[in-house]
């Protein structure tokens, strides 16, 4: 693919992440991807003959792997619980910086897809469990020094994820930093 075709693809799947984060998978329309991308309807089914599903499944995945990179940045695995605690403070704040700045419409990149769809289309739950299923896998590398790393993981990604949901409802920081001050407690 040249580049040319690589840059639609690309704002195809911006458009999509932005629609789909605010608007939800169910309130998200192709021609509204068409037209935030301004790319041609054929681009669209050129570089995702799945349709819908194909393009949001990627999306998913594309955010998913931005997110997953700050999060597996290289860790020492001895760190301090202290060195643990502030990084996941530090991850809560980025996503509640987002969030803010969206006029709290963007929180997690996967979860309006996972609650919408998870239940009812395979293949976007797929997509949803495979990031989720690398966001745990890098806390655990880096709790990894832990004999509950496998439990604090999933408990972390849990209380992340669940601020978010409780910052974007009250349009409030203060979710975030209450489970910014819990985790301080759950690592030490």
């Not at 290289?74 to 619980?81: G, I, Q, S, V």
């Not at 999933?154 to 975030?176: F, Q």
């Amino acid at each position: 693919m040249g580049q040319k075709g690589a840059e639609t693809r690309d704002r195809l799947l911006d458009a999509t992440q932005e629609l789909v984060e605010t608007a939800g998978y169910f309130g998200t329309g192709l021609n509204q991807v068409i037209a935030v991308s301004g790319a041609p309807r054929g681009s669209l089914y050129f570089h995702f003959p799945g349709g819908k599903d194909q393009l949001v499944g990627e999306s998913v995945r594309r955010a998913g792997r931005a997110i997953g990179d700050a999060l597996g940045e290289p860790a020492d695995t001895d760190a301090p619980p202290e060195e643990l605690a502030e990084f996941v403070e530090g991850v809560l704040r980025h996503l509640g910086d987002r969030l803010a700045e969206s006029g709290w419409r963007k929180g997690c990149p996967v979860a309006t897809v996972a609650l919408e769809t998870a239940a009812v289309n395979d293949p976007l739950q797929e997509a949803c469990s495979e990031v989720y299923s690398s966001w745990e896998a890098a806390l655990r590398a880096r709790l990894a020094s832990r004999p509950d790393a496998d439990d604090l993981a999933v408990t972390v990604l849990a209380l992340v994820e669940g601020a978010l949901l409780l910052a974007r409802a009250h349009r409030s920081r203060d979710p975030l930093e209450r489970v910014a001050r819990r985790i301080h407690t759950l690592l030490g």
